[in-house]
C-alpha cells in the first residue's frame, strides 16, 4: 500500500485556498494522525494567471474540472467549486467514475443530488464526503452519523447561515442597514457566490435537508423544505423581539411528526436564555434531541477559509487513514423515502406587528379577528401616537395552528385600517 494519498483540487477560491494553506502548514501533524502523506498532486480553477497568495507552480493545472476528475493521477477529487449543476456535479460525477474517492463542501450539489451521488460511489466503492457542507467548520456531519448513531432523533434545529447570522447579530448590536452588513460578509468570505441563496434562506435549506437525511436515515428531499429568508427582517422587528425577551435568529428545523418529517428554515424568535439566541455573528450551531443522549449542541465557526478548510481536511484525512464510511450513515440503496410533513400541520407560538391607523376602534376590530379564529394573545404593544402615520401595533401569541395564523392574517390585511401587509415571525421554544 502507497505511503501517501494524492489529491487534485478544483476550486481556488476562499475554500480552495483555505484547504491548501491547512494542508501545507498541518502536514506532519496530518501525517501523523492519517498514517499517510497527504500529497497536492494538481489543482484548477477558471482563471490560471490570477494570484491567490499561494504557490501553485508544483502542481499539475487543469482549466477543466472534468478533465482533471477523470486524468489528474490523484486518489481523491477535492470539488471546491460550487453549484448544483454543471462543472462540479459533472466533475464529481466523472471522479466516482474514475474510482476515486470524492471530497466536497457543496451543500447545493449534495441537497439537490445526494442520494443518486452516493448510489454512484457505493456502486464504484470509493467515498463521498461532505463534513464542510453543512455548518462549516463544526463537525456536525460526523457527530450525527458517528457519533449519535446509538440514537433515534426526534428534533434537530440549527443556524446554519454565517452571512444571516452575522447579519442578524450586527443589525441588532450596531442598528446598521441589512445592505450594509451584507457587503461586509461578503468581503470577509462567508457569502455564496449568488448571495440570494444565503439570505433567501436557500444555503440553510440545502444545509437542512442533508442534515436530515443523516438524522432520519431518508432519502435527501430539498424540494421538501419550507423555505423563508431574512430579507424582511427589519430593524424594529429586532428591537420589539428583545422588548418581548427574544432574539431573531434565522433557523433550520427538522422533526418527526405524526403526520411525516418537517422540514422548515425560516426567521425565529428564540428566548434570550436560550444556548442559541449567544450564537452570535458568523458562528452556526446545531441542536439535536436523541433518545438516549437527550439533548446535544454542537457550535462553531460556520463559514470562512479557516474553519471550512477544516472541515474539508477531516474528511481527507478519514480516507487517509482508511475510516471509509457510508454518506449518510446508511448504505445509499437503504434511505427510506421521505414522508415529507405540510408546514400546515405545524403548531407553535407567533409574533405579529400590524401598522394601522390611530383610531378609536381599530384594536377592537384585530381583537374581535383573533377571538374569531380563537387565537389567544400573550403580549401586546403600542405605545406611539400619530395622527398621519401608521403605528405599529405588536403582539405575540399563545399556541395556535399555522393554518389558524395564516388565516387570521388574511383577516388583518383585509382591514381598512391596516396599512401594511402584516409581519409575521415564528416563536421557537428551546
Ligand atoms: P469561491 O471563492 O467563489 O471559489 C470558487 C472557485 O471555483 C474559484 O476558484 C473559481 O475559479 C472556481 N470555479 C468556478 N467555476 C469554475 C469552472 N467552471 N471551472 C473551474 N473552476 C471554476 O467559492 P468558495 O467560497 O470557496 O466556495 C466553494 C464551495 O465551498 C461552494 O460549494 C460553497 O458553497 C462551499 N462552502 C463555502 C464556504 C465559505 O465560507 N466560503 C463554507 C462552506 C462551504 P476562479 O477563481 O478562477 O474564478
Ligand atoms: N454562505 C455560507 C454561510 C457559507 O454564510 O453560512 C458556509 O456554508
Redesign the pocket.
Known sequence: MSDSIKLAVAGLGTVGVGTIELLDKQSDLLMERSGKRIEIVAVGARDKSKDRGVDLSKFEWFDDPVDMAKNASADVFVELIGGSEGPAKNACEAAIAAGRHVVT?N?ALIAEHGTALAVAAEKADVVLAYEA?V??GIPVIKALREGLAGNRIQRLQGI?????N?ILTTMRETGRSFDDVLSE?QELG???ADPS??IDGV?AAH?LAILTSVAFGTEVDFASVHIEGIRHIAVEDIEYAGEFGYKIKLLGICERTAHGIQQRVHPAMVPEEAPIAGVEG?F?AVVTEGDFVGTTVLEGR??GAGP?ASAVVSDIVDIAAGRLVHAFGVPAGALEPSAPASLDDHSGSYYVRLMVDDQPGVFAEIAAELAKHEISIEGVIQRSRSETEAVPVVMTTHETSEAAIKEVLSAFDALDAVREKPHMIRIESF
Open positions: 463542501a451543500k457542507a455548518a462549516g446554519l447561515n454565517g452571512t444571516c452575522y460578509a462567508y457569502a455564496e441563496f444565503d444555503d444545509k458568523v452556526n460556520g463559514a471550512t
